[in-house]
């Protein structure tokens, strides 16, 4: 029985406080997708911020930029270990 089944709806999961969820671990096939689209969707939003950088002359706003940059790069990198880890622990 699912946190969205009819009991459950009906009585607020009074009956079960703890519903039956994921783990924070699992990974699913359409996870790893979703997870694949980001790190690419990542890559590309690094890709326009350092464009966007190397077209400013404004000093704070490229350093800004560049910040900017710099997170998209480390969501697509971490994203990228966390499914080599999920890969290395499936076989």
């Known amino acids: 029985m699912g ?4 009991p459950a709806i009906k009585t607020g999961n009074q009956s079960k406080p ?5 783990k924070t671990d699992t990974v699913t096939v359409r996870n790893i997708g979703d997870l694949a689209q980001i ?3 990542s890559k590309l939003c690094a890709k326009m911020y350092g464009a966007a950088a190397a077209s400013t002359k404004l000093p704070d706003l490229k350093k800004e930029f560049e910040s900017i940059q710099k997170d998209h790069l480390k969501q697509a990198s971490d994203i990228l270990e966390f499914l080599k880890k999920e890969r290395d622990q499936a076989q």
């Open 39 to 41: 790190m690419e969707l």
């Open 18 to 22: 703890n519903p039956e969820l994921f």
């Open 3 to 6: 946190i969205f089944s009819k």
